[in-house]
């Protein structure tokens, strides 16, 4: 049985070295130590699941409903829909335009999340195994989720675009301006770095602007809710909500290439 | 075999914490139930510095695994948690719940406020201060209490949990 009941200066020694050796060994621990929660952490989102629908059973009757009135609403537009894309491609060959290439994607669900305050993140049930690699772009049916920042056998780390970390070169859609969107850990974000003449208001919607390699063109990040001018009286940054709900991530989408 | 229990536990919390993270939109903080175990460990092991300081690293280092990388402050810090509970249950009588309560509660806010000064220097976290100190209390306050379910947890699964 281990002992430590020795001098001061021993003790000292031994706790230099547990600390020094801890953070050694860290890096190497953490892929074996996910890859071993991805099937305890699949056990536990099913009967959180389980429970959030037992809990919000009346809201979930509600949603329904609803849902099925929007769905008749739907039904019509979808024919519209149908309409234009065919007249779409029409005009497309009449322009002779390349058809737009369409991302190859892994889906995949998130197990777990960072359970520190200070970083958003999620973990995955998808890694090395799928095809996934560090930086590839997180995506789900409402724009701009992260970044994958660490990535085991079978599951990975997604930064998500509220850290504080994450830096994504943006564009208001309608105005084509340019900034960047950083996180702020709250539910909402900052495009940066704007002039006072650009012209952006509440409402506008922010795109990424594929300047980067990272990015691709054109994926939805959020809308303004709020531009505000900088204490400095130089320019100016806008408030913007996520169009995905970060806070409720379940299903995503990796954008390989 | 009765110590391994202690790491057993470290498991279930760290599983918890990663499982039920996305609670934090309902709560807004996320109680550290880890550093509770790791202080609860401090107040259990005062005459045993060996088998805390192995414990406190090991939750130190499972919580880094799971997080979005902090650089190791953790383990430091969980290992310092540690140690400080035991110095503290030294000199005090730590008998009360109450006692043991405040305790968690001041560590865990005192790690909170290091842990936000290493973002912000290190990182250029950006929350603004009622964010900071909104999320910091309600912190301290979740796992000071959290610390009923540990001890329940720990005289669940070890039976004489006085090791001293």
Redesign the interface.
Known sequence: M????NKSII?TG??SL??AL??L??GA??QP??DS?RN??IV??LA?REIKALIFFHHNYVENQQMHRDLSVLSGKVQEAKECIIENVRLRNLLSLKERSTYLTVASR????????????V?IDKGKKHGIKRGNVVINTDGLVGRV??VTYITS?V?LVN???MGVSAMIQRSRHEGLI?G???ATL?LKYLNKETDVIAGDEIITSGLTEVYPKGILIGKVTEVVDEPTGMGRFAIVKPAANL???EELLIILS | MKKLRYFLILLILILLEVSFGSWRKFLFAFPDLMLSAVIMYGFIFIFRKGWLILLALASGILKEAVLAGTGGARIILYLLSGLFASYIAKKISVEHIAVRIFIVGLIVLANEIILYLINYFFKGNQAGFFYFARVSLLTAVYSAFSLFLIEKLNKYLIKDIDAR
């Open positions: 281990i002992n430590f009941r003790r031994i706790i547990f600390c801890a953070l060994i860290s621990f953490r130590f996910l929660l305890p952490l536990l989102e959180k998130v197990i777990g999340r960072s359970p520190d305050n200070w970083h958003c993140a973990i920042i660490e780390k930064l850290d504080p970390e950083s702020s850990l709250s900052m806070e409720g991530l």
